[in-house]
T-cell receptor, first 116, second 108 residues
Framework: EPEVTQTPSHQVTQMGQEVILRCVPISNHLYFYWYRQILGQKVEFLVSFYNNEISEKSEIFDDQFSVERPDGSNFTLKIRSTKLEDSAMYFC??????????????FGAGTRLSVL | KNEVEQSPQNLTAQEGEFITINCSYSVGISALHWLQQHPGGGIVSLFMLSSGKKKHGRLIATINIQEKHSSLHITASHPRDSAVYICAVRKSGNQFYFGTGTSLTVIP
């Protein structure tokens, strides 16, 4: 069964460093998402991406964050200068379509980011 | 202010019991999702609803758009159903709002 894969599963970084979290969405999916979950808190939407551009972003997704689809398979989330409060589980998801009827999202297993 | 409220926050049930988890939302939505988060953190989509009712195995999800309310039911609960169940709503475009989740423990 096709799945969304995320690498690495755990990333440890020093405050101020740049990190890139990688995701390989399901191959025929067109819509891509990043979410984060701070330990013990609810999942929060970061950004959605379609047709090589951001379609929606939340208040959390400030200038420190960027997303890219550098090739036909990867979808990346970059945090330019990490802060302690960026420590969280980051989930990537993809969906076949963007409208309600076919917006079933498939989630990756997540990347745990620890900022020291 | 939470756009999505879930109840209960925690639920413990005996194996075989019928379980109901509720979700209320305060915004207009185009779709509502029920997700399952396993103890290891992985998230699985269970249902996406925009109206009515859906059933998959022992799971049933309903939504009442007028009342801005959805329920997730689990029939004949089993210990492997133990997980956090999350309600998420799609408000407009592709932005989602998540509830805080209901932690379910099913005891053998």
């Amino acid at each position: 069964e096709p799945e969304v894969t995320q690498t690495p599963s755990h990333q440890v970084t020093q405050m101020g460093q740049e990190v890139i979290l990688r995701c390989v969405p399901i191959s025929n999916h067109l819509y891509f998402y990043w979410y984060r979950q701070i330990l013990g808190q609810k999942v929060e939407f970061l950004v959605s991406f379609y047709n090589n551009e951001i379609s929606e972003k939340s208040e959390i997704f400030d200038d420190q964050f960027s997303v890219e689809r550098p090739d036909g398979s990867n979808f990346t989330l970059k945090i330019r200068s990490t802060k302690l409060e960026d420590s969280a589980m980051y989930f990537c998801a993809s969906s076949e379509e963007g409208y309600a009827a076919k917006n079933i999202q498939y989630f990756g297993a997540g990347t745990r980011l620890s900022v020291l | 202010k939470n756009e999505v409220e879930q109840s209960p926050q925690n639920l413990t049930a005996q194996e075989g019991e019928f379980i109901t988890i509720n979700c209320s939302y305060s915004v207009g939505i185009s779709a509502l999702h029920w997700l399952q988060q396993h103890p290891g953190g992985g998230i699985v989509s269970l249902f996406m609803l925009s109206s009515g009712k859906k059933k998959h195995g022992r799971l049933i999800a309903t939504i009442n758009i007028q009342e801005k309310h959805s329920s997730l039911h689990i029939t004949a609960s089993h210990p492997r159903d133990s997980a956090v169940y999350i309600c998420a709503v799609r408000k407009s475009g592709n932005q989602f709002y998540f509830g805080t989740g209901t932690s379910l423990t099913v005891i053998p």
